[in-house]
């Protein structure tokens, strides 16, 4: 159970946690909407994560973008339509056919979600000053993990509008951003890790165990959402469902890592218990 007047650190420290990309979604519920988050609460997640998409007259909404098309069946941006218009679009599910789930706010989600797991809010650069002023809203506060870029932009208006959420940099490579951040009085708590082999330093036991040695988590991603991005060095859902488990997820935990975003939450909730 996540007990919020803990910290993340201290949540994470009986196995690594499991983060549902974008709910868990299939056959007719599509990602990105509260029936995902509902089926990925269900099967235990203890991290949901969503992107937020802006409209253009300036209403936040939880979706994906740049996936109108593929999730909606409809050419425009969201970001050129006006939130009446987007109020009126169904998600499709996988065959192509439209769902009764609409595309709800930022607000609604994260009412939904409040004092039930750790919420991540993917593509808060967007508008860091407005995401941030919904969150403070809903009063979520202390379940919301927000990630950025190390894009010096994007750092200094988390410092300006967000320096008490819960932050991670996005890094690819070994270097003292963390510490950089906590000396600008930014709440650092880790960082989420990109890696394509086995012998970058960000995946290494030194990395992690330095990082946990000043009580900070790290992030690593089983997801497939391109098979040319490279995000964990192979170590993915797709392996790990398809029979190599410990190859797929087990290296991971192996390592170390705090967080796992994954596809496929129960099946690596199953797993990490089986291990246990």
């Not at 599509?30 to 300036?58: H, M, W, Y």
């Not at 970001?79 to 769902?99: A, C, E, M």
């Not at 932050?167 to 600008?184: A, G, R």
């Not at 997801?223 to 991971?252: F, Q």
Request: with cysteine; aromatic share 8%; glycine share 6%.
């Amino acid at each position: 159970m996540i007990d919020f007047n803990k910290t993340l650190f201290e949540n994470a420290k009986n196995g690594p946690l499991v983060c549902a990309h974008r709910g868990v979604s299939g056959a007719d519920i599509p990602c990105n909407t509260l029936s995902a988050f509902k089926a990925a609460l269900e099967q235990g997640a203890d991290i949901i994560e969503l992107d937020v998409s802006k409209s253009r007259d300036g209403e936040f909404y939880v979706f994906h973008p740049g996936m109108e098309s593929a999730h909606l069946g409809v050419p425009m941006l969201l970001s050129k339509l006006s939130g009446k218009v987007i109020r009126r679009l169904h998600f499709l599910n996988q065959d192509n056919v439209p769902t009764v789930c609409k595309i709800n706010t930022l607000e609604e989600v994260l009412t939904f979600l409040k004092g039930k797991c750790y919420i991540n809010i993917d593509k808060f650069w967007i508008d860091i000053p407005g995401i941030s002023e919904i969150i403070r809203k809903t009063g979520v506060e202390k379940q919301v993990i927000v990630k950025t870029e190390t894009k010096k932009k994007y750092l200094q208006q988390v410092a300006e509008f967000a320096p008490d959420f819960m932050f991670m940099p996005i890094v690819s490579k070994e270097d003292n951003i963390t510490d950089k951040l906590i000396e600008e009085g930014v709440n650092c708590i880790g960082a989420e890790v990109l890696f394509t082999t086995e012998s970058d330093k960000v995946c290494s036991k030194e990395y992690i165990e330095d990082m946990h040695s000043k009580g900070r988590i790290v992030w690593v991603n089983s997801i497939v959402y391109n098979h040319r991005a490279v995000l964990s060095a192979g170590h993915t859902d797709n392996i790990a469902v398809t029979g190599e488990k410990d190859r797929g997820w087990g290296w991971l935990i192996d390592k170390g890592f705090d967080i796992i975003q994954t596809d496929w939450c129960l099946m690596l909730k199953k797993y990490i218990e089986d291990r246990e």
